[in-house]
């Protein structure tokens, strides 16, 4: 199944990009924070579990917040997130292996790698407690979920219809992030979770993925289902509370009481 030339032409430049870009050159062994605990602990204390990204840019974001990673990082802990995702692809996010390597030495909580990693040597250019594999993009899903989880990586396999989560699930993926974000038209819509949240086995730890920018949007996503949110720009947010990051994480993860906003 390859689905890859269905794609909107930024993302099409993405993959490109990623095509190029080389792996580690050593076989990483990752000792792993785990994610569903971390949901875990989050939901004990009544805060919604949140994994706030570290997303400096993106295809469909205006400027670049420039802050350091760390600091934003800190900042989002502050605000009660159970975990960060931190992008790495450089030349369309403004990431790095380096920002997310800082960040994770400098946070308690598990990392993801957001990344667009098409081969098994993109496993080793860094470490992180979770690693994206998107569906759409990797015809081998099974052997990218296994090369992962050899080296102690947990996989976030990411779909976005009912036919990437019967490849996710046969490819063993016990977490599930449904992209509200449509790759192919990059349009951004939450009743995709919806659709799709009832096609993945309860026993999956499932998260809603993009679009989520209201205390509103949080609310549904959990009512649809999902076991924790992936929120990027709602939370990197410059005009959000002048740019206070804690405070538009802080927004998202005290979501599960009720109010207008
Ligand atoms: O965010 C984009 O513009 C984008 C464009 C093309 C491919 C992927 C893209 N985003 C990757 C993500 O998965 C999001 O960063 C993540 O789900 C957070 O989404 P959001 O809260 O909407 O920033």
Redesign the pocket.
Known sequence: MNTQDEVAP??RA?LDAAGTREGGDRRLSVDARSLPDAFAAAEADGRVPVIA?V?PT????EGTRADDPVDLARAMVDGGAAALSV?TEPSHFGGSPEALERVRAAVDVPVLR?DFLLREEHLDVVEADAVLLIARFLDDLPRMVAAARDRGFQPLVEVHDAAEVRRAVDAGAEIVGV?N?D?AE?E?DLSTFETVAPEVPDDATLIA????TTRADARRMRTAGADGL?????IMDTEGAAGDVAANTRRFTTAGTEDAT
């Open positions: 930024a993302v993405i990204e997303k993106s295809p469909t974001t992008l957001k992209n974000r790759l990059l951004v993925e993009s679009g989520i992936l929120i990027g720009s709602a």
